[in-house]
């Protein structure tokens, strides 16, 4: 069928209960398809639909699936970004509703958008794929699949900026271009509420105008930004906004434009004081409402106030904590018994429990959340409306109010003027500056000019309420005073411009200049320069903190493996089951680093729960100060770390640790650096939903967290008894499958150990089975299970020959490719590498390495191999089979891929030459993607000796589309890791081409080509 702009309300209301979208969404789509971009600031207030841009740029991509891949405009990834930790992640819970809609409605219009998305990538795939980018996890890298798919992404500065720079936090050094490549082309970047973020905008655009140079290298970046803000600032064109018809009264969205939201300014003095008046406004607020926020700015404050408000409340109300320091998986259990009293839209009834929802910054934006009424503590103008716009979101309620508590800190400057300081250093919050006091200072102001501004309005009001009786006039008469109250409605407030405004907004710092220089370094991944600039000036500004750190709990990682220091016994338990996101906690580094010392969180050590807060230690460094210890994950590279230590490995900035269940630190889903108790491990559920795979750990802590009266000595007696507790019906649906699938699985993994214990594995969920059993607010993401950026990348379960792994990646290649919109003549450069890029693997010495080390095994069949049959997690035995092999530890078969290649440049040549005869190959690229395709060579080879070189040749390696190439004996004995060696020129060359994040795109579609052909390879033995 034919689609056109008009078919949009169709399409939305097929997809979202037959709701129409409003006129200014109809505007944009229109707007962007005509002009084929997005408007640099969609100037737009909160509550009037924002997350649908991620529909419209959804249907834009669907109309322009029409046009060939090189005449495309559209990006097919879509991240929504916004500077806070995410808690309720609704951009996400729009692209799960989107993609169960695409997958299941019958509507002939959503088919065919499904039909044209699908269009757009390798067949097999979903049209749609859904993910929250969180801390960076080694190896848990399931948004980057493939470079085809479309997506929706939603994120946070930290993740998306730091990676869009080659910088990615905590992401391998090996998969930092693959990310780079991944989000800088091919992506839409919506920067929601960029009022928070003025630093990352003005890096954005100084981005742009340095990746202009490269706009005629014959690579289409398809690489957009917007803004998205009520409170947008300077802007260079006009922005996009509502009509004047679509704010009246009688307009769709008047109801929630126009919604009274009557505030009162309560004062107090000092800290402890403002959490005993929140926790006391919010009881008084529950004598008239059901459901009660209160938001603060730290987040100890908002621990304090759910304690005091638990404990005094008792049964009259249930008490739920919500900060950023939550596991995804906790956050998912506490919000699907939250949901039916905070969602928007829902029914307000009377029968229903009371309710008070304490939180911090994290639900000031990308929240779903709908309250009766608000305590929250004071903060700057852009704040503070953020936060009463989750207050009435409809306009339906009508009864809406809140209460503003501001500290004027008054012992505190009484103290700094007994001290000779000046008291006006207590005005500077550290969160946001002097903005929360000029803010107080205005609301007050018009507090109180409001009656006069008023004065008509308020007399007739008064006129008519003096006609009434009873509880009429009681009632008349509250309307009264609640008009004269100022009013935090979304057009309500008479909000000043130009410098009065800029007065009373959260401080805005500039990044610093972004300078080719720094691009430069940053671009260096392996091996990185030993100076880098820290990313995070140019995503937060000079005053930015270190990077979060990621901390996992597991139960079969004892105190006792850490404390022996026994890397391997650390690495072998964890690796069993990968650390995932989902069971991941992001937390302030020097919030890290004082629990894991065991001192107290203080002020400088909790400044809000924002990305980026500047903090600073809240004491000098104590030698021998280690703390506990903690491993961090890093795949192969995993060591033990110490919060700090002069002698030892220590915390760093980005990390992703893991520590033991028994360290406590969590409680009611929540960081508590006092909590003991040991953390429920969800490792299991984890995998189920990041990857799909359903794995048991038979190790006595993990079970008995679990609650399983299971077998540990004999596995199939386990599954036995998984088989029978998969009929629980007081399960979860996908606790019941995940018992199912294991009970009819037959993999097994025994990890070593005294005792070794052993891992039941079963077969991958296929998606839709696994989607049909989760409940809506349930995160499920199309992980990865074999990549081949690793020691043990080359052990895939199956013996896969480099003939026809070689094949495999040159198809996968070429179709992502084309399909991204490379062209003919890049595609076939992409796809020629992608042929080359294993032949190295024809060294005697790696064939024996495959083959477990074994002459006699090698002797039977001299077959080439890509992979061994050894599995992926067998450390010890993929040890002794390099040891036995004589391989070199640490040796690159790519470099020796091309030394190899470097010998038939002629041939290779008129290869290129028959896709345009008129072009002169680019042979560079070919080289260098080769070298690149497990992350080294950007730009220098690892140094590795080779003591006892051989000579490796390859005889008839063939193509259907290049033929048949002989390689000649070539040495082992490189030297191509010296630094006059010619790969350090030709990155620089080509980077000087393609362009920083454009040459990351190109080897992104190889590496992920060489990925997926290595999944589907292993996935094919197994009937999959």
């Not at 359903?694 to 599954?719: F, I, K, N, W, Y």
């Amino acid at each position: 069928m034919t689609l056109t702009t008009s078919d949009f309300g169709v399409f939305h209301a097929a997809v979202h209960g037959g709701k129409k979208p409003f006129a200014w969404q109809q505007r944009l789509l229109e707007q962007i398809v005509r002009d084929k971009r997005w408007p640099r600031v969609l100037d737009l207030p909160t509550g009037v639909g924002k997350t649908t841009c991620i529909d419209i740029a959804l249907f834009a991509l669907a109309l322009d699936a029409d046009n060939q891949p090189g005449d495309r405009w559209c990006p097919r990834r879509i991240a929504m970004v916004v500077d806070r930790r995410i808690v309720v992640d609704q951009v996400a819970e729009r692209g799960r509703e989107l993609l169960r809609a695409l997958m299941t409605r019958t509507d002939a219009i959503v088919v065919d958008v499904a039909n044209r998305l699908r269009s757009l990538t390798r067949t097999g795939e979903e049209p749609l794929g859904v993910f929250t980018l969180r801390g960076g996890m080694p190896k848990d890298d399931g948004w980057a699949r493939t470079p085809d798919q479309p997506l929706v992404i939603a994120s946070t500065v930290d993740q998306v900026g730091s990676r869009m720079f080659m910088q990615g936090y905590g992401v391998s050094q090996g998969m930092k271009p693959v990310h780079a490549g991944l989000l800088a082309n091919d992506t839409l970047l919506l920067l929601d509420e960029v009022h928070l973020s003025e630093p990352f905008r003005q890096t954005l655009e100084q981005l742009a105008r340095l990746r202009g140079r490269f706009r005629d290298n014959g690579v289409k970046t398809r690489f957009s930004h917007a803004f998205l803000s009520a409170t947008p600032g300077i802007v260079t064109e006009p922005p996009f906004s509502l009509l004047d018809e679509e704010k009246r009264a009688d307009s769709p969205l008047g109801p929630r434009l126009q919604a009274s939201k009557p505030v009162r300014i309560v004062e107090v003095d000092g800290r402890t004081a403002l959490e005993k008046e929140c926790a006391e406004q919010a009881k008084a607020l529950l004598e008239r409402h059901r459901t009660i926020a209160v938001v603060v700015n730290r987040v100890s404050s908002a621990g304090e106030i759910a304690r005091q408000l638990t404990e005094t409340l008792g049964d009259d109300a249930t008490v739920t904590l919500l900060t950023g320091r939550m596991r995804p998986l906790d956050r998912d259990d506490v919000l699907r018994e939250l949901r039916p009293a905070v969602q928007t839209g829902r029914e307000r009834r009377s029968d229903l429990p009371k309710r008070v929802i304490v939180g911090t910054q994290s639900i000031e934006a990308g929240a779903d959340f709908d309250f009766d009424a608000l305590v929250t503590e004071a903060a700057s103008l852009d704040s503070l409306r953020q936060r009463f716009g989750r207050v009435d979101r409809l306009g339906n309620y009508r009864n809406a109010e809140g209460v503003v508590v501001y500290d004027n800190r008054k012992t505190r400057k009484a103290e700094l003027k007994q001290r000779g300081e000046k008291p006006s250093l207590a005005d500077h919050d550290p969160i946001y500056g002097t903005a929360l006091g000029e803010t107080v200072t205005w609301l007050k102001r018009e507090e109180k000019e409001r009656p006069r501004k008023l004065k008509e309005e308020l007399k007739k009001l008064k006129d008519e309420a003096r006609k009434l009786k009873g509880e009429a006039k009681e009632h008349a008469e509250a309307q009264v005073a609640s008009r004269a109250q100022l009013d935090f409605g979304v057009l309500a407030l008479d909000v000043p411009t130009g410098d009065e405004l800029t007065t009373l907004l959260a401080p805005k710092p500039n990044a610093p200049t972004l300078l080719p220089a720094y691009l430069d370094l940053w671009a260096q991944t392996s091996p990185p320069p030993s100076q880098v600039p820290d990313v995070s000036l140019w995503l937060h500004g000079p005053s930015a903190g270190p990077a979060d750190v990621q901390v996992v709990w597991r139960a079969d990682l004892s105190e006792e493996i850490l404390q022996q220091g026994d890397v391997e016994a650390a690495t072998c338990n964890v690796a069993t089951v990968r650390p995932s996101s989902l069971e991941a906690m992001s937390l302030p580094f020097f919030t890290a680093r004082a629990w894991l010392r065991g001192q107290p969180t203080t002020d400088t050590t909790d400044l809000g729960d924002t990305e980026g807060a500047g903090a600073a230690p809240e004491r000098r460094e104590e030698p021998n100060a280690d703390g506990r210890p903690a491993f961090r994950w890093r795949g192969d590279e995993s060591e033990i770390v110490y919060a700090s230590s002069d002698n030892k490995s220590s915390l760093r900035p980005g990390d992703t640790i893991v520590v033991p269940a028994s360290y406590g630190g969590i409680r009611s889903g929540c960081f508590d650096a006092s909590s003991q108790g040991p953390v429920p491990d969800r490792a299991e559920q984890a995998e189920l939903f990041a990857r799909a795979r359903p794995v048991l750990r038979l190790h006595p802590a993990v079970v008995e967290g679990l609650g399983l009266p299971l077998s540990l000595e004999e596995p199939d007696e386990a599954r036995r008894q998984l088989h029978r507790a998969a009929s629980n019906p007081e399960w979860p649906a996908w606790k019941r499958l995940w018992a199912e699938k294991l009970a009819k699985g037959r993999g097994s993994l025994v990890v070593s150990g005294q005792p070794s214990w052993t891992v039941l594995e079963g077969r991958r969920v296929p998606l839709p089975e696994l989607r049909s059993v989760l409940q809506s607010e349930e995160t499920l993401e199309d992980g990865i299970e074999l990549t081949t950026d690793g020691d043990d990348s080359f052990h895939a379960g199956r013996e896969v020959s480099l003939s026809e792994h070689s094949v495999d990646v040159e198809m996968f290649a070429r179709e992502y490719a084309m399909h991204c919109g490379l062209g003919a003549w890049l595609a076939e450069h992409v796809a020629l590498a992608a042929w080359l890029h294993d032949i190295g693997k024809a060294d005697r010495r790696f064939q024996l390495m495959l083959r477990g080390g074994s002459e006699i095994e090698f002797f039977k069949n001299e077959t080439p191999w890509a992979k061994s049959a050894m599995p992926p997690g067998a450390r010890e035995a993929h040890r002794l089979a390099q040891q036995r092999s004589g391989y070199p530890p640490g040796a690159r078969h790519e470099v020796q891929s091309l030394v190899m290649v470097e010998r038939c440049l002629d041939e290779l040549t008129s290869i290129v030459k028959r896709v345009d005869p008129q072009r002169r190959p680019d042979l560079d690229l070919v080289r260098h993607l080769i070298a690149s395709h497990h992350g080294y060579c950007r730009p220098f080879a690892p140094v590795v000796l080779d003591d006892n070189p051989v000579d490796v040749s390859l005889l008839n390696h063939a193509s259907v589309v290049f033929g048949a190439i002989d390689f000649p004996s070539t040495s082992s004995n490189h030297v191509l890791y010296r630094l006059d060696s010619p790969l350090g020129d030709r990155f620089w060359r080509l980077v000087e081409k393609y362009g920083w994040q454009e040459l990351c795109w190109l080897e992104a579609i190889l590496r992920l080509a060489d990925h997926r052909a290595s999944q589907k390879e292993q996935t094919r033995e197994a009937g999959s």
